[in-house]
C-alpha cells in the first residue's frame, strides 16, 4: 500500500495573496508530491512500506536517511497545508488557547514574534512550529524535514501550528524576503485547527479527528487497517495507536 498525496482543503488561489496560486502549484502539485513518491521508494527500500507515520518516527533515529527526510516532508506540509485557511475565515483563538499564549508566552505579540524570529532564526531550511511540550506553550525551530515527534527530536511534543520556510515555501513572491512571507503568514493561519489541536492536547486525546477535506467523506478501514476511520485517500493505509502526538495525515485518522 502506497502513501498517496492528500487533496488540498481549497483551492490552489485560496491563500492569497498571502501564498499566490503559482507558488501553491510548485509547492503543492511538485515538491509535496515528489516527497510522497521518493518516501514510497524509500520505505519499500527499507523494508517499512507497511508502517504508519507513528510507527515510523516512533524509530526514526534507527532508519535510512532517505526515510527521515520524506517521510518528514509529506507529514510536515500536510500539516503545513491543514493550519491554513483563507484570509478571513481562519477564525480566532479560544478564550483557552489565548489564556495560555498570555501565560506561557507573554502574549500575542509577544508569541508571534517570537514565532516569527525562530523562523528568520533557521539557517538554511526548516520549519518553525508552536507545540505543546509538558502542558504548556513552546515554540521551537527544526532543520530540513524534522519535527518534534521523530523520536530523536531534542525538543518533543505536540505540534499546534508551523510555518514551512524552506525557500520553495515563499522564494518566487517573496525572493528572499522571508521576513516579509513570515508577516503575511498569520493572515491564513486557521485558528481554528489550532484551537481544536489545543483542546486535544490539553485533553489528552492522542488523536483529532479533523473535518475532511472539499469532496468524499470517511469509511471504516478494512483488511489490515485497526480502528477509527479513514479517510479517503485512495487505498486506506494502516492507522497505529503507537505513542506519540499529531494527526496521522492523509494515511487514517481515529478518535480514542
Same mark, same amino acid.
Given at each position: ?13 485560496? /491563500? ?6 503559482? *507558488? ?24 517499512? #512500506? ?12 534507527? =532508519?535510512? $536517511? ?11 506540509? *500536510?500539516?503545513?497545508? #491543514? +493550519? ?12 483557552? =488557547? ?6 506561557? =508566552? ?20 526548516? %520549519? ?8 504548556? /506553550? ?7 524535514? !524534522?519535527?518534534?515527534?521523530? !523520536?530523536?527530536? #531534542?525538543?518533543? +511534543? ?7 520556510? %524552506? #525557500? ?25 485547527? $489550532? ?33 477509527? %476511520? ?14 506519540? %502526538?499529531? /494527526? *496521522? ?8
Amino acid at each position: 500500500m502506497a502513501f498517496t498525496l492528500p487533496p488540498l482543503p481549497y483551492a490552489h488561489d485560496a /491563500l492569497e495573496p498571502a501564498i499566490d496560486k503559482e *507558488t501553491m502549484s510548485f509547492h503543492y502539485d511538485k515538491h509535496h508530491q515528489t516527497y510522497v513518491d521518493n518516501l514510497n521508494k524509500a520505505v519499500a527500500a527499507a523494508g517499512v #512500506e507497511d508502517q504508519s507515520f507513528d510507527e515510523l518516527f516512533a524509530k526514526m533515529s534507527t =532508519l535510512p $536517511v532517505a526515510v527521515r527526510n520524506n517521510a518528514g516532508g509529506v507529514w510536515n506540509h *500536510t500539516f503545513f497545508w #491543514e +493550519g491554513l485557511a483563507p484570509v478571513g475565515t481562519g477564525g480566532a483563538p479560544s478564550a483557552e =488557547l489565548a489564556a495560555a499564549i498570555d501565560a506561557d =508566552l507573554g502574549g500575542m505579540d509577544a508569541f508571534k514574534e517570537a514565532f516569527n524570529t525562530a523562523g528568520l532564526g533557521r539557517f538554511g531550511s526548516g %520549519w518553525a512550529w508552536l507545540i505543546v511540550q509538558n502542558g504548556k /506553550l513552546k515554540i521551537i525551530s527544526t532543520p530540513n524535514q !524534522d519535527n518534534s515527534l521523530m !523520536d530523536f527530536a #531534542e525538543e518533543k +511534543g505536540a505540534p499546534l501550528l508551523v510555518a514551512d520556510v %524552506w #525557500e520553495h515555501a515563499y522564494y518566487l513572491k517573496y525572493q528572499n524576503r522571508r521576513a516579509e512571507f513570515l508577516a503575511a503568514f498569520w493572515s491564513i493561519v486557521n485558528r481554528t485547527k $489550532v484551537n481544536a489541536l489545543y483542546a486535544a492536547a490539553k485533553g489528552g486525546r492522542r488523536r483529532l479527528l479533523p473535518p475532511p477535506p472539499l469532496g468524499g467523506g470517511w469509511l471504516r478501514p478494512k483488511g489490515r487497517n485497526r480502528g477509527g %476511520w479513514a479517510r479517503r485517500y485512495g487505498t486506506p493505509r494502516r492507522i497505529s495507536r503507537s505513542a506519540g %502526538w499529531g /494527526l *496521522t495525515c492523509m494515511i487514517g485518522r481515529y478518535q480514542p
